[in-house]
């Protein structure tokens, strides 16, 4: 049973340039989070989406925008790069039935310079 | 806003010592998660605890939630180097869907 995997691993942009993260939750999992991690701090929630909505967003820029398929895999997307942007990006999903919890993902490390 | 204090951020000790993790936060919740996190990698779960009075143990960590106190504590008996990471306690309030964690507690463990 595979579990939360992300892509690409690790990933160098330059300020002002675009970037999107992909993940695939669990399986049988329909709800995906995304999550920053700052070097140093704890993770900060970005957004959730569950039925190709977005459920609940977190304290971040419209800079940063998401989307989800209809086989639950996700997307997150960063527009104009900033420094400040360098951090881990995590991925978790989430199932139904009663498991409420947050399974994460490898995470993509992404670099701005 | 929801706060999740974590204390202490920093801790040294030696092997075979005992030491307890606090962590602290601000709003009604029954869904409390502890991770471990090694350098460079994601989050590890260790426990996750959804009511009052939950203790859960594995191996040397033990962990528990007051949600009266909103409260929860990790501890570690007879410590190891293996256990040597970064803790994080996250808290997922009754009214949303999103983790909330703490700073962390960056453990160390010395012979």
């Known amino acids: 049973d595979a579990g939360v995997t992300q892509s690409p691993t690790h990933l160098i942009k330059t300020r002002g340039q675009q970037v999107t993260l992909r993940c695939s939750p669990k399986s049988g999992h329909d709800t995906v989070s995304w999550y920053q991690q700052a070097l140093g701090q704890g993770p900060q929630f970005i957004f959730q989406?569950?039925?190709?909505?977005?459920?609940q967003r977190g304290n971040f820029p419209d800079r940063f925008s998401g989307h989800q398929f209809p086989n639950y895999s996700s997307e997150l997307n960063v527009n104009a790069l900033l420094l400040g942007d360098s951090a881990l990006y995590l991925c978790?999903?989430?199932?139904?039935?009663?498991?409420?919890?947050?399974?994460f993902g490898p995470g993509t490390r992404l670099t701005v310079t | 806003e929801l706060k999740v204090e974590q204390n202490p951020l920093f801790l040294s000790m030696q092997e075979g010592k005992n030491y307890t993790i606090y962590c602290n936060y601000s709003?009604?919740?029954?869904?409390l998660y502890w991770y471990r996190q090694d350098p460079g990698k994601s989050l590890e779960s260790l426990f996750v605890?959804?009511?009052?009075?939950a203790v859960k143990q594995e191996g040397r960590l033990m962990a528990s939630l007051d949600t009266k106190a909103r409260l929860s504590t990790l501890h570690i008996t007879a410590a190891v180097h293996d256990l040597s990471a970064t803790y994080f306690c996250a808290v997922e309030p009754n009214s949303g869907y999103a983790l909330n964690f703490g700073k962390g507690t960056s453990l160390l463990v010395t012979p």
């Open positions: 709003t009604t919740s029954d869904r």
């Open positions: 978790a999903s989430t199932g139904t039935g009663g498991d409420y919890e947050q399974y």
């Open positions: 605890l959804l009511s009052n009075g």
């Open positions: 989406y569950y039925e190709e909505e977005e459920r």
